[in-house]
């Protein structure tokens, strides 16, 4: 028998022996990953020279990695080699009404408030409805063209704005940065991407929802987003309606940079399949997300984290310019037997830079909610300041929340404040708003909505109503 | 068909019998008192109809309008029109007091299958009702009971109240931890509240809530049963002899 380091050497130094010109023809690479199947996706995007050796870099990098497991989540180990890194989407097994839907996601919908038309997109059925859409997307183009702002898919980008996409890809989380972005960087399948010319304001919230094949980014989702000197753009990530995936591993990269005097605010709603109530399937979300912030910019990371069977994400700000500023709001809820270990990093290396973290779990059922978050003051940074709260909501006695703050201070004139707390919700607080006529459901939603109200405010306002609501369809069954 | 009917209830704590055998029968429009020294078991009566998950009901019955309320969840109970005062209510951090009375109507017009109250009419109702009873807007931006005195929570309760429009509503020691003029607002509430479609059952320790609301009816409570009934005349009789010469 081979060893595994011998198999994986033969493996990397496997002579080429596909075909690569008849690759391009079908709409799926096999299993597995090599530079061949690397080749094999760049060749099938038309990417340009620099891509696929950025690409290349980033595997070869991967290959001296190891999945990492310091995160407080258990699951089985990966099989890299058994998954698939590029296929068209398969146009026969998309269901053709929402008869052929699952009916639990219907119901979901439906308490969602969402339109018929839209639940039909949503639930990937081939209809006019992605008619509609367009039109939509089109006309809101428009609008920001004229403002010169660029809002469009990576690899549209890489293809029309080369210089900005090859000026700053990798440049706030290299592709070694870690095993699942350097994974990410090899294989990245699509995603958004955004900028903001100097001193203009993006006058709509920006939704990735409403670009076109947003939904259908794939498993290694790519965002870029450069917000250049006095400009602002609010950024809304995913939607709150369930979204199903036959990939269980989802393993994005979010970089931002937000230049001299600028700001940007990034809000996300996720609410990836998080498997059945025994804990069987789900998505595992291992996510990369950092911004980098220039002289007096500010980068504010609102989240609210519902779905997944596996959460490993954390949102964080390099603060290097003098007066910058990072904040991070996260709602993170694990019901049944989900698993999170989420927070930021706020890493400190301008002068008077300050940092807010906010940040709510909520665990019920058989679940496990982890807050992990680093503050890390340079010696550089000269009057740095952070203000962390970090509270836990446990419902029933079967789950688990914890909280793992990292502080380090290289400056005397640094001041971090950190407080923590943990709650339960109380049967008397229960009774006291069902004797009001609440159902126990509602009852639920509403006190758990009251323990995020501080992070819920920082959601635009139509994401809050449907993240509220969110919360509450999520909670259903966790009490009794 | 009489309003609300309690036979033969019997209620306990854990392994621990507190009520034991409460009859008791309430019409439209009455206001009954229930007077008894600690412990007699009348925070338990007012839970038991409530419906607090702690209290299990070992026999006996409740019927209210006709229906069966120990067949009902605590909020079914609420929206079929019994409403607790509590005594010492609890605080919702984070959960404004106006949403939540919203989010309250709107499950009881759920239940009752009419059309929700659009903001302007929610509006209007919450402040008409606030204006009455001194709860001023700051109050009702605060979250549920966190931040309020004793005073301002009984207050609150109240008004609670006197915006959903039950129709039997069970006041626990409305009384206990306020000052006259705070007693006076309570019980101003109280009686504007007062028609023949509405009843009361107020729990007190003293008579002095009596002197703002004069009931048809006062129950002596003691050692889970009410052991004495009669009109306003016991109360007089209680604060000249105490409870010795019921036991």
Known sequence: MKTEKEKLSDFVEEPYKYGFETKIESDMAPKGLSE??????????????????????????????????????????????????????????????????????????????????????????????????????????????????????????????????????????????????????????????????????????????????????????????IADEESYVSYLEGCTAPQRDENQLHAAIVEIIVHDDAEVKYSTVQNWYPGDKDGKGGIYNLVTKRGLCHRNAKLSWTQVETGSAITWKYP????????????????????????????????????????????????????????????????????????????????????????????????????????????????????????????????????????????????????????????????????? | MSFLEIKGLHASVGEKEILKGVDLTVNAGEVHVIMGPNGSGKSTLSNVIAGHPAYHVTSGSIFFKGKDLLAMTPDERANTGVFLAFQTPTELPGVGTALFLKTALNAKKKFLGEKPLDAVQFMKRLKTRAQALGVTDEMLKRAVNVGFSGGEKKRMETFQMAFLEPDFCILDEMDSGLDIDALKTVGDGINVLREPHRSFLMITHFQRLLEYVVPDYIHIMIDGKIVRSGDKTLAEQLEERGYEEFK
């Open chain 1, 36 to 225: 061949d199947i690397i080749r094999f996706i760049s060749a099938k995007k038309n990417e340009p020279e620099w891509l696929l050796a950025f690409r290349l870099k980033a595997y070869k990098h991967w290959l001296t990695l190891k999945e990492p497991h310091w995160g407080k989540l258990s699951y089985q180990p990966i099989d890299y080699q058994s998954l698939y890194y590029y296929a068209a989407p398969k146009k026969n097994e998309t269901p053709k009404s929402l008869d052929e839907v699952d009916p639990e996601i219907l119901k979901t919908y439906e308490k969602l408030g969402i339109p018929l038309k839209e639940q039909e997109a949503l639930a990937g059925v081939a209809v006019d409805a992605i008619f509609d859409s367009v039109s939509v997307a089109t006309t809101y183009k428009a609008h920001l063209k004229e403002k010169g702002i660029i809002f469009c898919s990576i690899s549209e980008a890489v293809r029309d704005y080369p210089e900005l996409v090859q000026k700053y890809l990798g440049s706030v989380v290299p592709p070694t940065d870690n095993f699942f972005a350097a994974l990410n960087s090899a294989v990245f399948s699509d995603g958004s991407f955004v900028y903001i010319p100097k001193g203009v304001r993006c006058p709509v919230e920006l939704s990735s929802y409403f670009r076109i094949n947003a939904r259908n980014s794939g498993q290694f989702e790519r965002t870029l987003i």
């Open chain 1, 316 to 480: 964080s700000c390099i603060l290097k310019g003098d007066n910058s500023v990072g904040e991070f709001y996260s709602v993170a809820l694990t019901n049944n037997y989900q698993q999170a270990d989420t927070g930021t990093k706020m890493i400190h290396i301008g002068k008077n830079t300050s940092s807010t973290i906010i940040s709510k779990g909520i665990s019920a059922g058989y679940s496990n909610n982890t807050y992990r978050g680093l503050v890390q003051i340079a010696p550089s940074a000269t009057n740095a300041k952070n203000v962390s709260k970090c509270d836990s909501l446990l419902i029933g006695d079967k789950c688990g929340a914890h909280t793992i703050p990292v502080m380090k201070c290289a400056n005397t004139s640094g001041v971090i404040e950190h407080e923590a707390t943990t709650s339960k919700i109380s049967e008397e607080q229960l009774f006291y708003a069902e004797a009001r006529g609440l159902n126990q459901e509602e009852a639920v939603g509403l006190i758990v909505n009251g323990f995020c109200r501080e992070v819920m405010q920082k959601l635009p306002m139509e994401f809050a109503i449907e993240a509220q609501r969110l919360i509450g369809i999520q909670l259903e069954g966790s009490i009794g």
